[in-house]
């Protein structure tokens, strides 16, 4: 069975550096799509109280023979339990049917309330009371990053972000690993909102050179780049197919070719209009 490497982090534990996206599939759907993804090798389940899906991930978890300490489950903090994160994450427990999780996350920063210091002086809190194992953020910004640290020395072990081939942030990037913190690219493949493959064809004889698709070049682009990945698919081929990036690598010449091609251009929200609650 393919092995999927880890990525240290900060706090000395370490995450596989591919998962599973579950964004819009529900408790019913996500059920037989985690079962198959298992059964292909997987244990990295990405998930949110947002997504609605936490009880489907939590029976799909229970039901799937695989052992707990197997497998790497991330779920976020909600932007309207910003001020009440500890029942928050109580809750989302429940619904997985869990003792913990391996990564909690602030899923935004909610810029409009300015409350990404307070929700992360409880996040700290989380952690020691051993809720989460590792916590993080998303969508954070570096003023979003110099507000936490201002009222905390814990800094967040990852940052979620969008981050595909047409919107690369190399600049984000290098200001969280100036700061420590490892970077999760959040719509790997374009969201959903567009096809990387028409919008970007130069990736085609990329792919043809290598025997691969475009989504197979995209994404093991983003695991050379050091970057943790977790495509979201409700199809057996597509879920076989993003897990099958590791028997090929791209050359300096490819990875270049590929960062030339980024746009500075956003397919999902900005960290500053993320304020919905
Ligand atoms: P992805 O970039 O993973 O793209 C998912 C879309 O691509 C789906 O429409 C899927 O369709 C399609 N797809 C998947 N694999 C293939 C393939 N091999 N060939 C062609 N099409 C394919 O987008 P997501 O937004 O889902 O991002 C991944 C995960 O990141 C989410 O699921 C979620 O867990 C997380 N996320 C976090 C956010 C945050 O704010 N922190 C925001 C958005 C996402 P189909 O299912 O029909 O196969």
Redesign the pocket.
């Known amino acids: 069975m393919t092995t999927v490497p880890r990525i240290q982090l900060s706090d000395g534990t370490s995450i596989p550096q591919l998962g599973l996206?579950?964004?819009?599939l529900d408790d019913d759907t996500v059920i037989p799509v985690i079962h198959e993804a298992l059964e292909i090798g997987y244990r990295h389940i990405?998930t949110a109280k947002i997504y609605r899906n936490e009880s489907g991930v939590g029976r799909a978890i229970a039901t799937s023979g695989v052992a707990r300490d197997d497998l790497y489950i991330t779920t976020k903090l909600w932007n309207d339990d910003h001020l009440q994160a500890r029942s928050a994450i109580e809750a989302s427990l429940e619904r997985l049917g869990l003792d913990h999780v391996d990564l909690y996350l602030v899923?935004?920063p909610f810029h409009s309330a300015g409350t990404a210091a307070r929700a992360w002086e409880q996040m700290v809190e989380i952690r020691e009371a051993g809720l989460a194992t590792s916590i993080g953020v998303?969508?954070f910004l570096p003023e979003h990053l110099d507000a936490i640290a201002a009222v905390s020395d814990v800094v967040p072990v990852i940052n979620?972000i969008e981050v595909h081939p047409l919107l690369q942030q190399a600049e984000l990037r290098a200001e969280c690993a100036k700061r420590g913190i490892r970077v999760e690219s959040?719509?790997?493949?374009?969201?959903?909102s567009v096809s990387l493959a028409e919008e970007l064809p130069q990736l085609a004889a990329i792919a043809e050179a290598h025997g691969k698709?475009v989504?197979q070049v995209v994404l093991r682009w983003h695991i050379e780049e050091g970057l943790i990945i977790?495509?979201?698919?409700?199809?057996s081929a597509?879920l076989r197919?993003?897990f099958d990036i590791f028997d090929f690598s791209l050359n300096a010449t490819e990875m270049d070719a590929i960062r030339a091609l980024n746009q500075d251009r956003r397919v999902?929200v900005h960290p500053h209009e993320g304020n919905w609650s």
Do not use: C, I, M, V
């Not at 996206?21 to 819009?24: D, N, V």
């Not at 959040?186 to 959903?192: R, Y």
């Not at 977790?230 to 199809?235: E, L, V």
């Open positions: 996206g579950t964004y819009k990405d899923h935004w998303s969508n979620q959040w719509g790997p493949l374009g969201h959903g698709s989504p977790f495509p979201k698919s409700a199809h597509r197919e993003n999902g």
